[in-house]
């Protein structure tokens, strides 16, 4: 399916405030994961401040056992100190990255921002080698932003 059916896709699972959070979360997640053959992986990781710590609130693809992530630690706690997306065509080559799964070989993730502060972020696991684009960073971003709105 491509981004642009995705969107409406997305809006949709949004607009059911029948629901809670983490459960649109998860319906994004399996959409995302489902519908994407490079997206191996899709889970949202939230922000504890005052512990400088990460926790996984919703995910889709195999259960991981790093469901809290300290600030600094992997390619998702550089995120939340750098504010920047991070895309890594090749995990093998990081020095600083958490592995889930040995399939994994690629990983992007984009942070979430919620009055210009970083509250969390999208974590995309992939079993293809360099899979994302700038086409991937924009999708992700304007999901963020969407999220953030329901927040
Ligand atoms: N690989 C991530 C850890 C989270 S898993 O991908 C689910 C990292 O290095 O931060």
Redesign the pocket.
Known sequence: MPFDSLKKEVVNILNQSDKQLNQRLTNICELLQSQIDYYN?V?FYFAEHSTKTLHLKAFAGEP?D?TV?PFG?????QVAESHQNFVVPD?QSQDN????SLN?KA?I?VPLFKDGLNIGQI?I?SHTPDPFTAEDERFLEWINENVAKNI
Do not use: F, Q, R
Not at 73 to 77: A, D, P, T
């Open positions: 992986w889970g991981t790093h992530i630690k992997g390619i998702c706690g995990v990255y958490i592995a889930c994994v990983e993730v974590d696991d």
